[in-house]
């Protein structure tokens, strides 16, 4: 019996003691910080998709017609010098947040542009706050902060017309909480300081602000009471109103003859054609809502239209703006813009690129020139918005999620907010990434997306109100499977069956991608490719029917789906156990499953209060921890909430130490992969890393914008971002953060991922309307200690003994260029820091002839997949690594076809070589007899000698023409001049380095016939060298003269 208590205790300790220890064998060492700055080899590639993203706010230039501003709702401001042919970012590193609220231009100085951060339709998914106002004097070169930084949503910014230091911001504030900052505000010193010239309360903001052209003393506001809660949105109020100043902003009346008494949002825009008309959209109870018109400058106002065309969605849009040259004519931005021609009394509507509508800015001199800004982006027309420039220029996009698939090369998939979700390559065997690269899939702009990584032809994505959708690639159709298909829109959530975030997550098992999960409020799973479901856990959720109401009120009602609360934010399934789920709600709640659903248990932080769970990540290393990141920006808290736990979420701690600023609030926390503790967090204005669990954070941006991001995954070793404003990004082979921190070496080079034979690359510059490729080749890594000034570094490839390939810090001084001949040797990086260079799969250069243009390229050609050593040195320091270049798993072709290619390649290479070598070497003959011609001219006894060198030359000249062709000089003098053998060597040696290496027969027989043809001619150069120059050497001596020498 005491024997068998023994065992009994022992069974009891030691399950503990082994959890004790592997949680302390998981427990990475410290690791010092490791400044960004020192990873300048390191770039971030924006692959896109070039489908504009949402924007709010625009600008003419009044002096430049040509010239627009753009604000993109989290992807900063941009401008076009071409009337929207191409868009250029003016913001990046100069501005602290990403979304843009108003934009104005100073109609007296072009060059002074200003502002306001924070989009004024401020939704309730997807929406980034602002830090203030930013000003350029130097028409967006530079820009200065200038305050009101917690202002949050800006809606309007206004520039006195003939004084630029006058200016106005309308200031709709924080949405989700009381705050005194809001209002209108003045600057009258070109904004050094502001003065709060009209605030209501704490939760009355301006919605609208309008000034008279004409006498700028005169502005009107819009006043809107108002404020959003997670789960609705409040838009309306006693306190909401129209008011007028007429001192330039110091005070201001309520207007309110024929206006409602109370009511919601408005718009407000005073006629530049005549100033006594003044045009108000109006947000109102019932039929007092629509359109108002003022003939006498807002003292009455009359409603001249009730058509809900313009006032639907009223919190959303509500901008209203009359015509600067027809006082009749007046547009209201909504889905979709609507124009009167007759004052306002009927509307029709003027078709845009995209549906939904913000802003519309339109040329005070001539009506036909404008501007609209739209969740498309902004588009300009020039006849009146009978047509508009494209959006398909504009890499703007907000993505909710990204997931990538297996293929070679992987597919970035997700859903674009406004728009469809897409499926993109993550880089092509072209120069970049076009429209042909991508192409919608299932679901929606808000959809999670889930598929079989490794054979995506299903995909399943999913919608607002829980729409799920199953689509085939083959057919390119789709199918709705949602559990339960009730008409959710327009309806109360407390009375749905069940309740789905708009961001409603679906995942396919790891363990079995037959098997399909999606989450509402429960969740739900099926095996049958969504023709049934089964709930597979109860409400993980609050459930408080307290915030299951109306999504809007008290005049307009919110149903899209954006408002639902208590639902479910994140799940995802264990990639080590199978049946093993977590689960995070909208409300702050997580839970674990471990038996596949049959049980669930609340494994929420104890301090976490009520929250979005946006992210939950399961250790690639341990099956037991996992990183929970909450967001309680709705809660006006914009403090960063990551957890991690090592025991199945028993316990938890908070990792944040480090993440700083004040809207550097965390959405998505990923772990790498290959090195464990090694964590990318992914916040609302850029990228963090921590290389020790999370017990320290530092910046990571790189050349990334201010930018939220908004998720990540790793896939073949990169980081894939998925971002609110700016699309997708992609930093490349993580080896060098992964092996990070090396201070202590004084020179590595990192091993670099396996790498497939892909061709295509790109340019040094990003070209318009092109997402970027990575460059073709291997991607190189290393770490100096110290900068490499003064001792060249060099990078050698190397197989079987051989160099084939090699590379220097220090520039061939010695290297000449001309029209046709061979490209400028690239330099080695030789910084401190971790260096990147790309390694093209290319041999070295053929060498070339002095000023000879050739119809091909003197690149060297591409090596067959296979084993390289990369050895990197500096001095007697020596660092080396291996590479495995890998099949194109596209390509079909076997070792010994791959062995031909090369064997043909080498071949022609080396014949090009001999054949520029000895046209070089015959050349410098060609000039010591033309020197000694020159010096012995006047010489009697040498005049044999010097016929000898004539016929000399002659030979020689005869025997180069039939080798290269001195006569073309430019790229079209090829079809002038015939080509000669060199030309005809490169042409196939191009022909033949081809991705497949199978060798046509007719590029054979073609090397067959060149061959001979060199070896004739080379028989030619060697009898030159033999007799003609042995015979005029010989009487040289004769006279005793020097011989002639060939050079090498």
Not at 525 to 550: A, F, H, Y
Request: aromatic content about 10%; charged content about 25%; overall charge negative.
């Amino acid at each position: 019996m005491k024997f068998l208590q023994i065992i009994l205790i022992l069974i009891l300790i030691l399950p503990a003691s082994a959890e004790a220890q592997r949680r302390s064998r998981k427990t990475p060492p410290p690791t010092p910080p490791v400044e960004d700055s020192l990873f300048h080899g390191l770039k971030w590639r924006n692959i896109g998709p070039f489908r504009g993203g949402r924007s709010v706010a625009s600008s003419g230039v009044v002096k430049e017609p040509m010239t627009y501003y753009m604000g993109i709702t989290g992807g900063g401001v941009w401008k076009t010098t071409d009337d929207g042919i191409s868009w250029t970012n003016i913001s990046d590193g100069q501005f602290r947040t990403g979304t843009v609220g108003a934009i104005a231009v100073s109609e007296s100085n072009p060059n002074l542009v200003v502002v306001g951060m924070g989009e004024h339709a401020a939704r309730g998914v997807m929406t980034s706050m602002g830090d203030g106002v930013y000003r350029s004097t130097d028409a967006g070169k530079t820009w200065k902060h200038i305050g009101l930084e917690f202002t949050r949503h800006i809606s309007d910014v206004i520039i006195h017309p003939t004084n630029p230091d006058i200016i106005f911001v309308a200031a709709q504030g924080a949405q989700y909480g009381p705050s005194e900052d809001r209002g209108i505000y003045r600057s009258t010193d070109g904004g050094n300081t502001w003065e709060k010239v009209l605030y209501l309360d704490d939760t009355t903001g301006a919605s609208s602000l309008s000034m008279d052209m004409k006498n700028p003393l005169i502005l009107y506001a819009a006043m809107w009471q108002h404020r959003r809660f997670p789960w609705t949105m409040e838009s309306g109020g006693p306190m909401s109103g129209l008011f007028k100043s007429t001192d330039g902003g110091t005070t201001w009346d309520k207007l309110k003859e024929g206006l409602p008494k109370e009511f919601g949002k408005a718009g407000v825009s005073v006629s530049r054609a005549n100033p006594e008309r003044v045009f108000a959209v109006i947000e109102a109870d019932g039929e007092k809502g629509g359109v108002y018109r003022s003939d006498d400058a807002g003292k009455k106002w009359t409603q001249v239209s009730k058509d809900r065309i313009n006032i639907a969605r009223s919190w959303y849009y509500m901008e209203i703006l009359a015509d600067p040259q027809d006082e009749n004519t007046v547009y209201v931005l909504n889905a979709p813009v609507t124009k009167s021609i007759d004052g306002g009394k009927n509307f029709s509507p003027l078709p845009t690129p995209h549906g939904d509508n913000h802003h519309l800015w339109i040329h005070p001199y001539d009506n036909q020139k404008m501007i609209n800004s739209n969740d498309g982006g902004a588009n300009i027309s020039n006849n009146g918005g009978k047509s508009w420039s494209s959006q398909a220029i504009q890499p703007t996009a907000q993505f909710y999620r990204v997931i990538t698939d297996n293929q070679v090369p992987y597919r970035v998939y997700g859903g674009q907010q406004d728009n469809s979700a897409i499926s993109i390559a993550s880089r092509t065997n072209g120069q970049g990434i076009d429209w042909k690269d991508w192409y919608s899939v299932a679901g929606c702009e808000s959809a999670f997306l889930a598929f079989d990584p490794d054979n995506p032809e299903i995909v399943y994505g999913g919608c607002y109100q829980g729409i799920i959708e199953k689509w085939v690639k083959a057919s390119r159709e789709g199918k709705a499977i949602k559990e339960y298909p009730e008409l959710a829109l327009g309806n109360v959530p407390a009375d749905f069956k069940y309740r789905y975030n708009w961001n409603a997550p679906i995942i396919t098992s790891p363990h079995d991608r037959s098997t399909i999960y999606h989450a509402g409020n429960v969740v739900f799973k099926s095996t049958d490719e969504g023709q049934s479901w089964t709930v597979v856990s109860p409400d993980l959720t609050r459930n408080d029917k307290k915030k299951q109401g109306p999504g809007g009120g008290p005049y307009t009602n919110e149903a899209a789906g954006g408002e639902n609360y208590n639902t479910l934010m994140s799940l995802v399934e264990s990639p080590h156990e199978k049946g093993v789920l977590w689960a995070g709600s909208d409300d702050g709640l997580i839970h674990i499953t471990r038996d596949g659903g049959k049980t669930w248990k609340d494994a929420t932080p104890k301090e976490l209060g009520e929250s979005i769970i946006n992210s939950i990540e399961v250790s690639p290393h341990d099956p037991a921890t996992a990183y929970a990141v909450a967001m309680r920006y709705k809660f006006m808290d914009l403090r960063p909430y990551v957890f991690k736990t090592s025991d199945y979420g028993q316990t938890w701690t908070k990792i944040t130490e480090g993440i700083s600023g004040p809207h550097t609030f965390v959405r998505v926390v990923r772990e790498d992969p290959k090195r464990r503790g090694l964590l990318y967090a992914g916040t609302e204005t850029g990228l963090y890393l921590s290389f020790n669990d999370g017990q320290n954070w530092q910046p990571f941006q790189l050349n990334l914008p201010v930018v939220p991001i908004n998720d990540l995954v790793i896939q073949d070793n990169d980081l894939v971002a998925a971002t609110a404003g700016r699309s997708f990004w992609i930093l490349d082979d993580l080896g060098a953060i992964q092996a990070a921190p090396l201070s202590g070496q004084f020179l590595k080079i990192i091993k670099p991922k396996d790498t497939y034979m892909i061709f295509g690359g790109s340019t040094d510059r990003p070209i318009p309307g092109l997402g970027q490729n990575p460059k073709q080749g291997v991607t190189v890594d290393y770490y100096l200690n110290e900068k490499s000034d003064s001792i060249a570094l060099t990078l050698e490839i190397i197989q079987n003994g051989e160099v084939l390939r090699s590379y220097s810090s220090k520039a061939d001084k010695e290297f000449k260029s001309w029209p046709g001949g061979p490209s400028k040797p690239e330099v080695l990086p030789a910084k401190k820091g971790y260096n990147r260079f790309t390694w093209d799969f290319r041999r070295n250069p053929i060498p070339a002839v002095d000023q000879v243009f050739v119809y091909g390229n003197y690149d060297g050609s591409r090596v067959d997949p296979g084993v390289y050593t990369l050895r990197l040195s500096l001095g007697d320091k020596i660092s080396e690594t291996e590479v495995t270049v890998l099949k194109n798993p596209h390509v079909e072709a076997t070792d010994a076809e791959y062995a031909e290619q090369q064997k043909m390649l080498t071949d022609i290479e080396s014949t090009i070589s001999d054949i520029h070598r000895a046209v070089s070497e015959m050349r410098s003959v060609k000039k010591q007899v033309k020197a000694y011609k020159e010096l012995l001219k006047e010489n009697g006894k040498a005049q044999e000698l010097l016929s000898m060198g004539d016929s000399l030359v002659t030979r020689i000249e005869t025997w180069e023409e039939n080798l290269i062709q001195p006569k073309q000089k430019t790229f079209q003098d090829v079809i002038n001049f015939h080509n000669q053998l060199n030309a005809e060597l490169m042409n196939l040696k191009d022909y033949v380095d081809a991705a497949e290496p199978k060798v046509t027969q007719g590029a054979k027989q073609r090397m067959e016939d060149l061959m001979k043809k060199w070896s004739g001619f080379e028989m030619e150069w060697k009898a030159i060298v033999n007799r003609e120059m042995s015979d005029f050497n010989r009487k040289y001596r004769e006279l005793g003269l020097p011989a002639l020498i060939v050079e090498e």
